[in-house]
Nanobody, 125 residues
Framework: QVQLVESGGGSVQTGGSLRLSCVAS?????MGWFRQAPGKEREGVAS??????????AVADSVKDRFVISRDDAQTTLYLQMNSLRPEDTAVYYC???????????????????WGQGTQVTVSS
């Protein structure tokens, strides 16, 4: 059983920054960040391996200039550093995990097996 607990959401003004964290228990090979805004489709944001032997990360083109995905040295915590936030970034952000494959994994949320509870990010103008 994989359990994901995420935190770090909040309310910021346009141009501000937030750092999301997701602590994983149980085996994970690949983890990612997704977001869901009201009335919009779920959008993959970024993903990366949690393997100590293989580091591979990918970030969606729409946010790659502003968001950075990273992991801690123990490969148990996933981070998303979000800079230069805009109102259109407002959404519930979810972390997710899967046990195999990670190449551009953020592009297909259906392949992820475990999901966090979500954390609200609100960016006001």
């Amino acid at each position: 059983q994989v359990q994901l607990v995420e935190s770090g959401g909040g309310s910021v003004q346009t141009g501000g920054s937030l750092r999301l964290s997701c602590v994983a228990s149980g085996y994970t090979y690949c983890m990612g960040w997704f977001r869901q805004a009201p009335g919009k489709e779920r959008e993959g944001v970024a993903s990366m391996t949690m393997s100590s032997n293989f580091e591979l990360a990918a970030v969606a083109d729409s946010v790659k200039d502003r968001f950075v995905i990273s992991r801690d040295d123990a490969q148990t915590t996933l981070y998303l550093q979000m800079n230069s936030l805009r109102p259109e970034d407002t959404a519930v952000y979810y972390c997710a995990a899967k046990v195999r494959d990670c190449y551009e994994a953020y592009k297909n949320g259906a392949d992820f097996d475990a999901w966090g509870q979500g954390t609200q990010v609100t960016v006001s103008s």
